[in-house]
């Protein structure tokens, strides 16, 4: 599992620019799955068949895109400025090493004014910030373009026995949640139609998923995203990493679906907690039970801390209690969905 989010994790593909990770996506889903493609905007979708004519169609989703920085100008000097892609928190940038893609990847460093030029109580901000890669000003204008991406270069560390942290784990760790889930149910006997997708841009409005659930209009969708950790600084609506998967509850998520993981994981004694979402759970799920005329729609969540930083830690037992949570639920589908109606 961890070699697993680790390649998904060093993967680069900020919001708009996910191009670069649907082929690697592809191929992890290709083997568990009957068929693979990329619609138009970017979404990877695969589907495991079950071979029943009119089956129900799961989906299990979660987003592969990640925030990150776009160039903004090439100084005459060659530094580089930028805007935000997605909810960067500018604090965490100064001292930052970053990758430039542009007609190839250059290493960089955010640099900031030395706090011994800063004026008492001031604080960095985007517009003082640029990034070196160390190249003159001609070589860098020759490699790099306005619009180009620039992501963070943090990779996977371990941090003890069960946790590490490395960028963009919100959201590449429940994609390899996913890419597990389909290597479970593979030799499996099967009642309904499995759909798996990797979406984009969710980090700039969920719009992948809102276009993915448009086209596939499945009959069960369940979302997989990341939720707040209890950190020092922190301990309101976050949980313990290691609690296990966390099931949302809230007007976003259908009650009969939900209630039915909750039982789920209860009778294979699977590691869960509730998590109280009274209103836009700021995830994908958010598009999906709207989409067409109305899917219905659960939230499986991880506890991560210091989202949205190079350094996001996860609990990798977390990972597994939700892979098995889905695993079992799918397996344990009749192909009768009438348990959904009130």
Request: glycine share 8%.
């Amino acid at each position: 599992m961890k070699k697993l989010i680790n390649e998904l994790s060093n993967m680069r593909g900020v919001s708009g620019r996910e191009y670069s990770l649907t082929e690697k996506i592809s191929e992890l889903f290709s083997p568990y799955c009957d068929d693979v493609r990329v619609d138009a905007l970017g979404n990877v979708i695969a589907f495991k068949r079950c071979g029943i004519k009119n089956a129900p169609v799961i989906m299990i989703e979660a987003h592969c895109d990640e925030i990150g920085l776009m160039v903004t100008s090439v100084t005459d000097e060659g530094f580089l400025t930028f805007a935000c892609v997605g909810g960067v928190d500018e604090r965490t940038l100064p001292s930052a090493e970053v990758t430039v893609h542009g007609k190839q990847d250059l290493w960089g460093v955010i640099g900031i004014k030395s706090e011994h030029l800063l004026e008492d109580g001031k604080t960095a901000k985007i517009k003082d910030m640029a990034v070196d890669t160390g190249l003159d000003a001609r070589t860098v204008k020759e490699k790099v373009s306005v619009g180009d991406s620039i992501t963070l270069s943090k990779s996977l560390g371990e941090l003890g026995k069960n946790q590490f942290s490395g960028k963009s784990l919100d959201d590449r760790a429940s994609v390899a949640a996913i890419i597990t889930v389909l290597k479970n149910i593979s030799g499996a006997e099967l009642k309904v139609d499995v759909c798996a997708v990797a979406t984009v841009q969710e980090e700039v409005g969920c719009r992948g998923a809102k276009t993915a659930a448009y086209g596939i209009n499945p009959d069960i969708a369940v979302a997989i995203d990341v939720c707040h950790g209890i950190t020092p600084d922190n301990s309101d609506n976050a949980f313990e990493t290691g609690i296990g998967t966390v099931i949302s509850v809230g007007p976003n998520l259908h009650p009969r679906l939900t209630d039915a993981l909750i039982d789920t994981a209860k009778r294979h004694n699977i590691k869960a907690d509730t998590e109280v979402d009274g209103g836009d759970t700021g995830t994908d799920a958010w598009e999906i039970q709207t989409a067409r005329d109305g899917i219905p729609t659960s939230l499986l969540s991880m506890p991560l801390k210091y989202m949205h930083t190079s350094v996001e830690t996860l609990d990798v037992r977390d990972v597994k209690a939700t892979v098995s949570l889905l695993t079992e639920f799918i397996k344990e589908q009749k192909g009768d969905l009438e348990w959904l109606s009130f």
